[in-house]
């Protein structure tokens, strides 16, 4: 497997790999990893559909990109991830995977018609007292001394951020800026977390610094995730006769790791309460999906709380990686990101609306018709004096096919979970739906009179835990996360969010549809290049355009330093004089 840059290898069709007539392919799990290393096998490894198969433990494909009316409960979105114009693999997928509403189109095609003809952006970013402006005004309100913490983390080498929390490298300077706030809340990023992930995000999104404010760097699909995404790639696979297996979990894996080749031996499987094994030759590949960000998950409903289970659940992602990490060091280290659920976990709700009284406190504050069909919110609105840290959104609607044209399904998210409300004197984890739709129309503006009233009859409202959401974001260093396809391997590769690839940033669904996309060109030689990680950040630039934007467009003649600093500065802009380098210092604002 090797990295390529440009469309020569984007428009080419590999050969068909030596003798992959003769392999078959085990995938363990159908979230959006496993189901594009299927892709990749029939569309660029040439395998026979019938010689893929999907283990699935749950009844329906998807993990965590999901989005289902549930009878009885309502609709139910866990989460969603915003997308971008340089998830080069992912777009390298979809443009040969046909629409659902139309199979002479791709679905790459109908999300960039959509995203052309209505782009994203947001007109409030962030709410206060109620449902207030919070007049962030696109500003980042970063001080010379923040932006320097920022720059001194972007600059540092891996190995010095090994197992180093955010808080090692900002202090408040940070902390209390708008910068942290757009920041922690559109990714999810507690002060706790990874401080190499955070210069990850920072070094893979440079080109979109500033599009974080009003949210124009993003994308969205039309509908949830689920119906965009899954549904047309389980479509796609299924004609070419891939075999999905629900309701079989993996329990475990057999590797034989005896001198310097690696083998997977052995697939122990459930199903239907009759457990059974798979023998497995070099032929036969395994691709297993470790770990699990949705593991653990509950839902409540109106009317009763969603429970915090963070209990390592028998046959779950957690307890399938820690049998395989156990047979050999190079299989990573799951404890490093499930040891803590209280560090990892956050909620979401999704409400529905029954009827129009809680519509124009969302068009206030939106400054759109959420009924138009096209972009609403624009990405989250945070509620910055929420305690809950809440934050909530409407993507276009409706977001779901069968949703009446008269419903709004707004998603609804919290990070700190243990904190009472600012209504709700009580933590989110311990709300009912009602509960947590009173506590989000409090912050929308709703006379108190009127809260518990429009919670109970203008809404339903389907709460969900996750304890381990935010469980790739923890602390680590290298090796704790496994090699998409470890030294020695000759038959199985890791997915997903917990296996390791260069540069790429987790929680995006580019960065599943990668790791399934270099194991499988790995694993069977496929002769074509998987686009490398859009190079933004070796772009002069996209680091001129951000260092300007980040400093809410100061130049650099403004920055606060000795006498001795503004004299050397004087003298340097000097002796760039009618060059090229002042034309592009000016250009990007920075002189």
Request: glycine content about 8%; proline content about 5%; charged content about 25%.
């Amino acid at each position: 497997m090797y990295y390529s840059a440009g469309n020569y290898e984007a428009f080419a069709t590999p050969k068909k790999p030596a003798n992959v007539d003769g392999k078959s392919a085990y995938i363990v799990g159908s979230g959006l990893a496993a189901l594009s290393a299927a892709c990749y096998l029939v569309r660029d490894a040439q395998m026979k559909g019938e010689h893929v198969h999907i283990l699935e433990k749950d009844p329906i494909p998807g993990g965590a990109c999901d989005g289902y009316h549930y009878e009885n409960l309502g609709y139910v979105m866990r989460g969603g991830r915003e997308m971008d114009n340089h998830f080069e693999c992912m777009w390298d997928l979809f443009r040969s995977i046909p629409s659902i509403e139309d199979e002479n189109h791709t679905v790459l095609d109908e999300y960039y018609w959509l995203n052309k003809a209505d782009p994203n952006y947001s007109l409030c970013r962030a709410t206060r007292n109620r449902g207030e402006d919070a007049h962030t005004d696109g500003k980042f309100g970063l001080s010379d001394k923040a932006a320097m913490e920022i720059m001194n983390l972007f600059m540092s080498p891996d190995e010095k951020l090994y197992d180093k929390k955010i808080t090692d490298f900002f202090d408040d300077e940070v902390l209390n800026s708008n910068f942290w706030m757009y920041w922690r809340t559109m990714f999810a990023f507690e002060n706790w977390h990874s401080a190499l992930e955070m210069k990850r995000y920072l070094q893979r999104y440079i080109h979109h610094i500033g599009g974080l404010p009003d949210f124009t760097a993003l994308r969205f699909t039309r509908y949830n995730q689920y119906e965009s995404m899954i549904l047309p790639m389980v479509k796609y696979l299924e004609g070419f006769g891939v075999q999905f297996h629900y309701d079989t979990k993996v329990t475990n894996i057999a590797f034989d790791c005896a001198g310097s080749k690696k083998q997977a031996t052995r697939i122990d499987i459930l199903h239907d309460g009759q457990e059974s094994s798979i023998d497995l030759t070099e032929n036969d590949l395994v691709f297993i999906t470790n770990g699990g960000c949705v593991e653990n998950s509950t839902l409540g409903s109106q009317d009763t709380p969603a429970e915090f289970k963070p209990e390592i659940k028998e046959g779950g992602g957690w307890d399938l990686w820690r049998k395989i990490a156990a047979q050999d060091p190079s299989f990573g280290h799951p404890d490093k990101f499930c040891y803590d659920p209280e560090l990892s976990n956050w909620m979401s709700a999704t409400v529905t609306t029954l009827d129009q009284r809680i519509v124009p406190y969302i068009k206030k504050i939106c400054k759109r018709d959420p009924f138009s069909g096209k972009v609403v919110t624009g990405g989250i609105v945070t509620v910055t004096d929420s305690n809950w840290l809440l934050s909530w959104t409407l993507n276009r609607q409706q977001q779901f096919r069968d949703q009446p044209k008269d419903q709004l399904c707004v998603w609804v998210y919290s990070l700190f979970t243990d904190k009472p409300g600012n209504y709700i004197k009580k933590p989110m984890r311990d709300c009912t739906g009602k509960e947590i739709c009173m506590e989000w129309l409090y912050h929308l503006g709703v006379p108190e009179d009127q809260i518990e009233d429009m919670a109970a009859n203008s809404a339903n409202t389907v709460p969900c835990m996750m304890p381990y959401i935010d469980a790739f974001f923890m602390p680590r260093a290298a090796g704790d996360r496994p090699d998409i396809v470890p030294e020695g391997a000759v038959n199985f590769a890791f997915l997903g969010q917990f296996a390791e690839t260069a540069r790429d940033t987790i929680f995006t669904t580019e960065y599943s549809i990668r790791t399934g996309m270099e194991a499988v060109y790995t694993l069977l030689n496929v002769d074509r290049g998987v686009p490398e990680v859009w190079g933004s950040v070796y772009d002069i630039r996209c680091l001129l355009d951000a260092t300007v934007k980040l400093r809410d467009g100061r130049k650099i003649t403004d920055m606060e330093m000795p006498l001795v600093g503004k004299l050397a500065m004087k003298e340097a802009l000097k002796k760039i004089e009618g060059t090229e380098v002042e034309k592009l210092l000016k250009e990007y604002n920075v002189i």
